[in-house]
């Protein structure tokens, strides 16, 4: 995993807080945001303001993103979604990512 913004602040082995320009990169999925908060023992993200995730055959997009990264489980609101192959696409209140 590799974190990348214009700050970063943060505890060694505890947690980093990512502002402006935000990029999370793990394994295939880039997440991005302006501001991100990322909880190295539990694997918790939490992401706020212009969020996009972008997933192999998927990109969505919305307001707020609570998820950990290992178990894929969390919640996305505002949700925008396209998949990358052909036209399907959608927005609703909240996506519920359960694993």
Do not use: W
């Not at 990348?4 to 947690?15: L, S």
């Not at 303001?49 to 990109?59: N, S, W, Y």
């Amino acid at each position: 995993m590799l974190i990348e913004a214009d700050r970063i602040t943060g505890y060694y082995k505890q947690e980093i807080e990512a502002t402006g320009d935000a990029v999370l990169h793990h394994g295939d999925n880039v997440l991005t945001a302006d501001r991100m908060k990322y909880y190295q023992q539990t694997e918790d993200v939490e992401v706020e303001g212009d969020v996009r995730l972008e997933r192999p055959k998927d990109i969505l997009k919305g307001a707020h993103l609570q998820l950990n990264m290992k178990t894929e489980e969390g919640y996305l609101t505002e949700p925008r979604y396209s998949i990358k192959e052909g036209k399907g696409r959608g927005a609703g209140d909240i996506l519920l990512f359960e694993g």
